[in-house]
């Protein structure tokens, strides 16, 4: 194996901004048994167009199954929303976006603090599986369990680390952290964008449901995604998600800066 040919190892990515996008930052979160690889060509389009960004690696991901089970949903909230917070000091207008969990994770932390927006990818909120209901117990009796797999992926797949199973006490964790990001949606008062692949093995339509009903009005974007799978980042769509994302990050900037001055000029 050539040093080319070597694949990419998980890690945390953060690029500084250039130009006239520098003071805009987007925080992005990965998902569940993922890494910064499977939103990696998304930071990078963003930072391609001068945004300043921020993958974190949460922990017990980008190594092995049996890290993520000593893992917390707090945690993982707790390790994306130091990333937002750094970024927010340093840039004038702050967005979280987020796949999957991250989806989740960039909803919470939109409860929790005034970002500028929100952009999420087939966000988790729900589960296909109804055992999930019993997990706290189940949990003491089947430590593990296969990984949820697509039939038929058409994204390639990433080296995130060995997650050939998945540690039942990180899914009663993932479970309280759809708790917590659905009981925080009332709270979030940014708009929002969602990107929903048709078919998604992974994500049950119930999560769009959730947020279609609890955001009102701040949902201010659905776009379906026609071609795509779960990870629809690296998938067919992906340079519509890229090139939607940006569209919303200047737009809703663009409002935010203008409102500031209106008001600056009025006091």
Request: charged letters at 15%.
């Amino acid at each position: 194996m050539t040093e080319s040919s070597i694949p990419p190892r998980p890690a945390a990515f953060s690029y500084p901004g250039h130009g006239s996008n520098a003071r805009i930052g987007i925080a992005i979160c990965h998902g569940f048994t993922g890494s910064p690889l499977s939103v990696l060509p998304w930071a990078e389009h963003l930072a391609s167009q001068g945004f300043a960004v921020s993958v974190p690696l949460l922990p017990g991901h980008g190594t092995d199954w049996r890290q993520l089970a000593l893992s917390s949903w707090r945690g993982w909230q707790g390790t994306f929303e130091a990333a937002y917070l750094e970024l927010a000091a340093r840039t004038d207008e702050c967005f979280v976006a987020g796949l999957s969990m991250g989806g989740a994770i960039a909803l919470l932390t939109a409860s929790r603090h005034p970002v500028a927006g929100v952009s999420v990818v087939n966000p988790g909120l729900s589960f296909y599986d109804r055992r999930v209901r019993v997990i706290g117990v189940l949990k003491y009796f089947q430590h593990t369990t296969l990984p949820i797999q697509e039939e038929q992926p058409t994204a390639p797949a990433t080296q995130d680390g060995d997650y050939s199973r998945t540690p039942l006490a990180a899914v009663h964790q993932l479970k309280k952290l759809f708790g917590a990001a659905i009981r925080g949606l009332p709270r979030v008062t940014a708009p929002v964008q969602v990107f929903k692949s048709r078919a998604d093995a992974v994500v049950p339509p119930t999560s769009l449901v959730l947020l279609t009903r609890r955001l009102g009005p701040r949902l201010a974007e659905v776009v379906d995604l026609p071609a795509s799978g779960h990870v629809a980042t690296l998938d067919v769509d992906a340079p519509e998600i890229f090139a939607r994302s940006s569209a919303f990050f200047l737009q809703h900037a663009s409002h935010n800066a203008a409102s500031h001055n209106i008001r600056s000029e009025t006091t």
